[in-house]
């Protein structure tokens, strides 16, 4: 029974939340398409298309003592991805690029 309760959390319930999320996502997209303050594809471009869960993972830093790792959250397939996609690309036009390159003399 602990073990169906267990699978039923991890399971059904980022399910239930997921979609929630998912369905003011598309009411807000459709709300600002209706008034004109986004386009089609705009809108095509940040609707939900997957269901995942974000994935939280480390990758170790080998070259380091002690195998200290670095975390890494992947977002892809989540609900939010195309949204963030997106304004990735909107913003990436406006902030002004640069590479900094601090070197160390010694």
Request: glycine share 8%; no cysteine.
């Amino acid at each position: 029974m602990l073990l169906l309760m267990i699978h039923l959390n991890l399971t059904v319930f980022p399910m239930i939340l997921q979609s929630k999320g998912s369905l003011s996502l598309i009411n807000l997209l459709k709300r600002l398409l209706k008034q004109g303050s986004i386009a089609g594809e705009f809108f095509n471009m940040t609707s939900p298309k997957g269901s995942n869960l974000g994935r939280l993972y480390g990758l170790t830093k080998v070259h380091k003592d002690n195998l200290p790792s670095r975390p890494v959250l992947s977002a892809i397939g989540t609900f939010s991805y195309g949204l963030g996609k997106a304004l990735t690309q909107m913003l990436s036009n406006i902030i002004e690029k640069r590479t900094l390159f601090k070197i160390h003399l010694q």
